[in-house]
């Protein structure tokens, strides 16, 4: 047999084989555990990116996802969306955490260059620490990276002087945390917290002031989330305004629409079904509760304190061929099939009409843009199939248009203002600048 040496040397080489084995056996544990937090934190910026919607301003039509290159249209120019792939020379690559954080939550890019508020970061100035670092640690770690550099801005001037954003921050800019009330419960106080910041509500449906500064940012402000005009839409008002507004709907009803872009009372369109088909269905149950317990906590911004009632007068009119106010007969031909004479749709597929907030809004420019262009219903996983709805500005001109919009604004109970022609022709000159001319399109 063989025999193996002994002595001191041996003693010590197996002491230090189980010191080396029981030192393995207690930092096993410890990297496993770290490697976990490493995921969790990946996967927690995963679902941030997608209820934040990152994807769809940072990615171009046909583009790379992230990589930027998406121009958005403001009042005083044109901007196109930085790339935020891991690239280290045309995108976040090279950024430290720090670095990240200023550009999110404060708008001023690695080489100091101020960034414009179409980029949301009045809202995210709002975040979190841990949520900033679970975003850039997700963007690092599972996005492609893209070398791709995008278009300067073309701004007006002196919109074109980045420098004055310096100022236009400490004025505007407000990075304390989003505002709890224990008082409120945990559902409410996590629906602030994503109203205000991650989900930057307000970016789109809170109005802004002469220097393009949202002209509330909380619940305490009468005109925060109470609709605002965002490039060519009308962006809803998410108070309590019976109306207007969604005081009519309930909790499960807005929770319903954020997670399939239909209700009983609404369905999405243009840019709001991008928003639920690329961010909102994607919220947990619990954060779509926490959102809609929020938004019913909002008083009426317009003061609507009296519900909708539905007048069957408009039906019977209708019903009978009486075709007597100007629009009755086009609305006959083209929408009653599927909104019906009396102007109720089918709920879910169709949206009502009467007494819709879209329809009541006083600012018709969204009814404008779906008559002109048509409009299809967001696309999501829980819903069988998307529903498209033809525009007419091929076949109607202006001032047919304009009727139409006016007697739908004016029946079943409907109390909105008319649509003046002008505003269709304006609408529709400006939608043709944006794409080229092409057959069966809404110019004349």
């Known amino acids: 047999m063989l025999l193996l040496p002994q002595g001191p040397g041996i003693a010590t080489a197996r002491a230090l084989r189980k010191l080396a084995c029981l030192t393995l056996a207690m930092l096993l544990p410890v990297g496993m555990a770290l490697a976990a937090t490493d995921t969790q934190q990946i996967e927690r910026g995963r679902y941030l990116a997608r209820i934040a919607n990152c994807a769809a301003c940072h990615t171009s039509e046909g583009g790379k996802p992230f990589a930027g290159g998406l121009p958005i249209r403001t009042a005083v120019g044109t901007i196109h969306s930085t790339n935020i792939t891991p690239d280290a020379g045309s995108g976040i690559g090279a950024y ?52 791709q550099r995008n278009p300067a801005p073309q701004m007006r001037w002196p919109f ?30 996590r629906g602030a917290y994503l109203v205000q910041a991650v989900a930057h509500c307000g970016a789109c449906h809170t109005p802004r002031g002469n220097l393009f500064a949202e002209k509330g940012l909380d619940e305490r402000s009468r005109h925060f989330l109470s609709g605002a005009s965002v490039e060519g839409w009308s962006a809803t008002n998410l108070t309590g305004d019976q109306v207007t507004g969604l005081g009519a709907w309930s909790r499960a009803d807005i929770a319903e629409f954020l997670r399939t872009g239909r209700n009983g009372h609404a369905t999405s369109f243009g840019p709001m079904s991008t928003v639920v ?6 919220m947990s149950a619990p954060d779509l509760d926490a959102v809609a317990a929020y938004l019913k906590s909002l008083p009426g911004a317009r003061g609507e304190d009296k519900p909708f009632r539905h007048d069957a007068a408009t039906a019977q009119q209708l019903q009978q061929g009486r075709f007597d106010v100007p629009g009755a007969r086009q609305y006959a031909v083209f929408c009653m099939p599927c909104h019906g004479a009396d102007g109720k749709g089918f709920a879910r597929v169709f949206p009502p009409l009467a007494g819709n907030p879209t329809v009541a809004d006083p ?27 033809p525009g007419y500005g091929w076949t109607l001109d202006d001032q047919e248009l304009a009727n139409v919009l006016t007697f739908i604004r004016g029946s079943w109970g409907n109390r909105a203002a008319p649509v003046p022609e002008a505003a269709v022709a304006a609408r529709r000159k400006a939608l043709a600048a944006q794409r080229p001319a092409a057959a069966g399109d809404a110019s004349r």
């Open 363 to 389: 600012d018709p420019a969204s009814l404008v843009n779906l008559l002109l262009d048509g409009a299809v219903t967001a696309r999501v996983g829980t819903a069988p199939a998307d529903y498209h709805m």
């Open 277 to 282: 088909s690329t961010a909102t269905q994607y």
């Open 96 to 147: 430290t955490l720090a670095e990240f954080d200023r550009a999110l939550r404060y708008g001023v890019a690695r080489d100091g260059k101020r960034l414009y508020p179409a980029m949301p970061y009045p809202s995210y100035a709002r975040m979190r620490a841990e949520d900033v670092a679970a975003l850039y640690a997700y963007l690092r770690a599972e996005v492609a990276p893209v070398t």
């Open 160 to 189: 074109s002087m980045r420098s004055l954003l310096a100022v236009w921050n400490v004025l505007f800019v407000d990075d304390d945390p989003v505002r709890t009330d224990p008082a409120r419960g945990a559902a409410w106080n």
